[in-house]
């Protein structure tokens, strides 16, 4: 009776003959030759990469912060002015509530809490939004209408998750982390519209009707108050973007993080098209906001997401696979702070201190040749134009380079322009002599970063005012 051999398949790979690999056969690397016949796991190895693994592109601040470390940058150092800062001072100031030391943590809180958030903060929100802005509505918000998120870019992913297949507006320049929402989910088609410098970076409902209709928009993303420009839509102009939005029936994604960063109005005021809802359930309206900037409370990661029931479902469904959910101890210890007459005085405050900030940089900037064409009425950036300065420093990715050789950090305007495709050639883009700079730092660090923005400017003989 003959044995039979064991096939190679059964062998294993690692038995199979050098001859019968296909690197060693002409035939087999004539094939691999031709255009897309490339063996892509091989390749990628070449590479130091691992087959099936992609690598999504750095967000702006994430590549700032790696070229910072590697001109010697730490966080907490002394000689260096983070200009780049995406987030605001988180010291006491004046005025504000105290930072919390420590917190309660009851037994219950070691538990997974729900996918929406806990029941107690969801409907301290929706009590927050009431009491500001629809004391004079009969349709109201409650609990479900919604969703506590562990931070402002898992509230986008949820969102990114559950928007159907539409095209999506948006526009430039915008939010860098929305690059990545906008392009990892393929359902939808990301639409982008250039504001203009000229035009103050301004959102307006005529402009937005022209997009819907003529492109198709089933749904727009914008921030409002605007990151990176410091603009702001409000009253009125806000009250028609909301009623274009659902004449069209289109639906209106306001990320709202610094809707307590108001400077021209009185102090204290605050902006939501949460004002402008007729029906909670009914109307095509989601906002977003939490802790990170109005509460000035990043590092806590709770943020919420307020919609009509319908989208609220979807999002706790989503976030069942995609995050699970916030930190349940800090949803409860976050109860308190969304008290309205704590937003109230917290807004205020706040205003006044960042005003200060705002106004003395901008004083600054001027004296050192550094005009501000279209000044921030919101938010905490400032977005300066660096067409008028000499080569190379009048591209913002030259200027930020030079900048980090002087220990001060800024953000160059390229990573504001929110391009999925990356179809651009970088010096095509509209932002790419521009810099973002943040006044979210304290006085004293703003001061230094000034004092080592002006090395580079008198590195290039800029003159001052």
């Given at each position: 009776m003959s044995i039979k051999s064991p096939t190679l398949l059964e062998q294993g790979i690692e038995s199979i003959p050098q001859k019968l690999k296909e690197c060693y056969s002409r035939a087999?690397?004539?094939?691999?030759?031709?255009?897309?016949?490339?063996?892509?796991?091989?390749?990628?190895?070449?590479?130091?990469?691992?087959?099936?693994?992609?690598?999504p592109g750095s967000t702006g601040v994430i590549y700032v912060m790696d070229r910072a470390a590697k001109h010697g940058y730490e966080s907490g150092s002394d000689d260096w002015a983070n200009f780049g800062r995406g987030s605001p001072e988180v010291d006491d100031i004046e005025g504000c509530m105290k930072r919390p030391k420590e917190i309660k943590i009851t037994k219950n809180a070691y538990e997974y809490g729900p996918t929406a958030g806990v029941k107690q903060l969801r409907e301290a929100v929706a009590n927050l939004y009431n009491e500001l802005y629809r004391g004079d509505k009969v349709s109201k918000y409650?609990?479900?209408?919604?969703?506590?998120?562990p931070g402002g870019r898992a509230g986008l992913t949820r969102i990114g998750a559950v928007i159907g297949d539409i095209n999506v507006g948006y526009f430039l320049p915008e939010y860098t982390a929305y690059e990545q929402m906008l392009s990892i989910f393929k359902k939808f088609v990301p639409i982008p519209t250039t504001l203009e410098e000229d035009s103050r970076y301004?959102?307006?409902a005529a402009t937005v009707k022209k997009e819907i209709t003529s492109r198709g928009l089933g749904v727009i993303v914008a921030s409002n108050p605007r990151?990176?420009?410091?603009?702001v839509i409000q009253d009125e102009e806000l009250k028609t973007l909301f009623q274009v939005g659902k004449e069209t029936h289109t639906t209106l994604v306001m990320d709202e993080f610094y809707s307590a960063y108001i400077?021209?109005?009185?102090?204290?005021?605050?902006?939501?098209?949460?004002?402008?809802?007729?029906d909670v359930n009914r109307d095509p309206v989601i906002l977003l906001d939490g802790l990170t900037k109005n509460f000035r409370m990043p590092g806590w990661r709770i943020c919420w997401i307020v919609g009509p029931e319908s989208v609220i479902s979807s999002l706790e469904s989503a976030g069942s696979f995609l995050d699970g959910g916030?930190?349940?101890?800090?949803?409860?210890?976050?109860?308190?702070?969304?008290?309205?007459?704590?937003?109230r005085n917290e807004a205020k405050c706040l205003q006044e201190h960042f005003q200060k900030k705002r106004d003395y940089v901008l004083k600054e900037l001027k004296k050192m040749g550094l005009y501000v064409k279209v000044p921030p009425n919101a938010t905490f950036y400032i977005w300066l134009d660096l067409s008028k300065l000499p080569e190379p420093i009048n591209v913002g990715l030259n200027f930020f380079e030079e900048c980090l050789l002087h220990k001060v950090i800024v953000v160059p305007g390229i990573f504001f322009d929110v391009n999925p495709s990356h179809r651009r050639d970088l010096f095509q883009s509209p932002c790419h002599q521009f810099v973002r700079l943040s006044?979210?730092?304290p006085m004293e660090e703003l001061k230094l970063g000034l004092k080592h923005m002006q090395k580079v400017l008198d590195k290039y003989k800029v003159k001052s005012s």
């Open positions: 087999h690397q004539t094939l691999r030759s031709y255009p897309g016949n490339i063996n892509r796991a091989s390749s990628l190895e070449e590479q130091g990469n691992i087959h099936g693994i992609d690598h409650s609990y479900k209408n919604v969703c506590i998120v301004h959102i307006d990151n990176p420009t410091g603009q400077y021209d109005q009185e102090k204290g005021k605050t902006v939501s098209i949460s004002e402008f809802v007729e916030a930190n349940h101890a800090l949803q409860m210890a976050a109860i308190p702070f969304v008290d309205p007459d704590v937003y006044f979210g730092p």
